[in-house]
């Protein structure tokens, strides 16, 4: 059996910092990778022509309808699959290959909206252009059809003919992840754990600011009241310098510290990891 050729659609909006990475892991799975720009007012255009991206602009009300139309109107070549993702805040690249898959599956569409937990609704009576997309893959037959279909279609107006399929996404799907390194080092916990916590400004803050100050205090009297130099004066001025220094390091420290516990708190919230607090 030859292998199906697949295209797939980047369809986002101010995206500069996640484009390069999501095109590589992209073209890894696909026959072409296309940006379908939904308006930027960042570089992302630009950093897309860069790399050799092709981009699309598109400018109308986002929905199933409109979208496939619009890749009909832009003339490009005829291929097996057509796979539309939908990048938003919370798409994660770890989902990307479970996409993949779903477009190497036998349909003509294969549609998956996001829901809402309270929402109960029949897939036959889905409105099509009102679903919020996350991804949708397309045959040249799908497409066709998906576009002649007015505003308001329901899924039960497409052609029966067609292999279909509408997914609603609910929750995320959670892959495990194998334990590095780091985490299984003492060491790293200790670290992780001074991080997590907001130790750091006590461990370091508090003894350095006291050193620093005390230390500055002192260094300002220390040289002119010994007036002779010798061993013991030049020991007491360089203990003085070197207080005063230490008190600055441990001051850096905690701050630098602190600042990457919040880096981990935002990590943890983006990708839903367990706090400490919740366990």
Not at 100 to 126: G, M, P, T, Y
Not at 206 to 215: E, T, Y
Request: with cysteine; charged share 20%; hydrophobic share 45%.
């Amino acid at each position: 059996m030859a292998r199906q050729s697949l295209r797939i659609i980047l369809m986002a909006r101010d995206i500069e910092l996640r484009l390069v990475s999501l095109v590589v892991r992209a073209r890894e799975g696909a026959d072409e990778v296309i940006l379908m720009d939904l308006g930027s007012n960042d570089s992302t255009v630009e950093y897309a022509h860069e790399i050799g991206c092709e981009v699309l602009h598109f400018n109308n009300e986002v929905n199933l309808q409109n979208i496939a139309s619009f890749l009909l109107d832009s003339n490009l070549e005829p291929i097996d699959s057509t796979l539309v993702l939908s990048i938003t805040n919370q798409w994660k690249l770890r989902d990307l290959p479970l996409s993949i898959n779903r477009a190497l599956e036998d349909w003509d569409v294969h549609f998956s909206h996001r829901v809402e937990d309270a929402q109960s609704e029949s897939v036959d009576d889905l409105v099509l252009g009102s679903a919020t997309l996350q991804h949708v893959v397309l045959t040249q037959q799908g497409m066709e059809a998906l576009a002649y279909l007015g505003p308001l279609a329901r899924t039960a107006d497409l052609d029966e003919k067609l292999r279909v399929r509408i997914v609603e996404a609910r929750v995320e799907i959670g892959i495990p992840q194998r334990e590095s390194l780091a985490t299984a080092s003492r060491f790293a916990q200790l670290f992780y754990w001074m991080l997590e916590t907001k130790h750091p400004l006590l461990l370091f803050g508090i003894p350095g600011i006291v050193l620093f100050i005390l230390g500055y205090k002192l260094s300002g009297n220390v040289v002119g009241a010994l007036e002779e130099l010798n061993s013991t004066s030049i020991g007491v001025t360089l203990a003085t310098i070197a207080m005063t220094l230490i008190g600055l390091f441990g001051i850096m420290v905690a701050l630098i510290l602190y600042i990457m516990g919040k880096q981990v708190e935002q990590i943890q919230s983006q990708y839903d990891w367990p706090s400490r607090k919740s366990q």
